[in-house]
């Protein structure tokens, strides 16, 4: 166990902020000795993975973070048409998923690109272009944090949502999400259907795409729209689209024609918060040390030499005024440690 370490690059918005203990875990048998050692129950305890969803509001952590970082994918099952493939927590998500469009294998392509890893993956249901994580998992393994028993989820037990599932709620600090099994597919359809990935595959010539073209088309979208974590600090989107009533909707839309949208469970309707913040005038408002992604309003970002203060005032102001010219409040994806 390492004493006073400064996170800043464990977190992707670069923030400085020192742990007070820090150990690293490069084994499940390591994970289940430090449980069994009561260790954590003596301390407030972080589980870290990839730390790109995840905002430090202090420049101290006074507890012990414990930084997972297991390798190891590993075919399970491979007949007809199906693939069953386990990720252990430590693996990089965008290298896994090139690994699995290397292979041929369906499923996870949309997702390309995100950063983060594995056993982040599960807890936010990951999703971008019209996939989630949860339409590809099949299973995860997570270990109590007190007992340091092993236990199986099934896709049903993980209650996804949109960017949601029971690791952020009923059982939140509870598990460490060890390994993820996928169901992956060597044959199916491609996902082309989402925002701009039919016109960018036109404008680039490529009229039945690959898998590999579809998976490489969306890494450029995505690399056009939102900052490289290792130049510009981020977390992504920092703000979740926010879900409206048909009535509220239809309200905003005699004012405002224009309102994107796009239908959610019945009576509700979803709004892209990007949009809201770009109405509000903050797209590309910055100042010394944060600001709002010139290219992509849902995204905050750190330039450098600002705190996780910074971001969380500014959250608050763009909230605020969202709220003042729409009646919307949009609520935050990342979590606030
Ligand atoms: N828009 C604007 N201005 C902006 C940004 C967006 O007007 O500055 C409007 C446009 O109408 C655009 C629509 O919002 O058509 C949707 O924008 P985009 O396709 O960029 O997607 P998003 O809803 O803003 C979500 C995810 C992203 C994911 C993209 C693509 C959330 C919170 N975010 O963003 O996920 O990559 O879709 O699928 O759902 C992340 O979670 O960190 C993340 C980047």
């Not at 690994?99 to 996870?108: A, D, I, L, T």
């Not at 109405?279 to 992604?293: C, N």
């Not at 970002?301 to 763009?318: N, R, S």
Request: aromatic share 10%; hydrophobic share 40%; net charge negative.
């Amino acid at each position: 166990m390492k004493t006073n370490v400064n996170l800043r690059p464990y977190n992707s918005f670069g923030f400085d902020a020192i742990a007070k203990y820090f150990v690293e875990i490069n084994t499940i048998d390591d994970l289940q000795t430090l449980i069994k050692s009561g260790v954590l129950r003596k301390h407030k305890t972080l589980i870290l993975s990839g730390g790109n969803n995840i905002l430090f509001q202090k420049d101290v952590f006074d507890g012990l973070v414990v930084y997972i970082n297991t390798k190891g994918i590993e075919i399970l099952r491979e007949d007809g048409n199906e693939v069953v493939v386990r990720a252990q927590a430590g693996e990089d998500w965008p290298e896994f998923v090139r690994f699995c469009v290397s292979k041929g294998w369906h499923g996870v392509e949309n997702l390309a690109y995100i950063p983060g890893k594995i056993g982040a993956a599960p807890i936010q249901n990951i999703g971008a272009y019209g996939m989630e994580l949860k339409d590809s998992f099949l299973q995860c393994e997570a270990m109590d944090l007190t007992a340091g028993d092993t236990k199986v989820f099934t896709k049903e037990e993980c209650r996804f949502g949109y960017r949601e599932s029971i690791f952020k709620h009923e059982l939140k600090g509870r598990f460490v999400i060890t390994s993820v099994d996928f169901l992956l597919k060597k044959n199916a359809p491609l996902n082309l259907e989402y925002g701009n990935i039919k016109a960018y595959l036109e404008q680039n010539g490529i009229e039945n795409p690959s898998l590999q073209q579809l998976h490489d088309a969306i890494c450029a979208i995505r690399d056009a729209k939102l900052p490289d974590v290792k130049q510009i600090g981020s977390a992504g989107s920092f703000f979740k689209n926010p879900v409206i009533s048909i009535e509220q909707f239809e309200d905003l839309q005699q004012q405002y024609p224009n309102i994107p949208h796009y239908p959610d469970t019945e009576g509700m309707v979803k709004v892209p918060a990007g949009w809201l913040i770009e109405q509000a005038g903050w797209k590309g408002w910055r100042d010394e040390h944060v600001g709002v992604y010139d290219k992509q309003a849902l995204v905050l970002v750190h330039y450098g030499g600002g705190t996780g203060l910074d971001i969380v005032e500014l959250a608050h102001k763009i909230q605020d005024s969202v709220e003042k010219k729409f009646g919307i409040r949009i609520s935050p994806e990342v979590n606030f440690v």
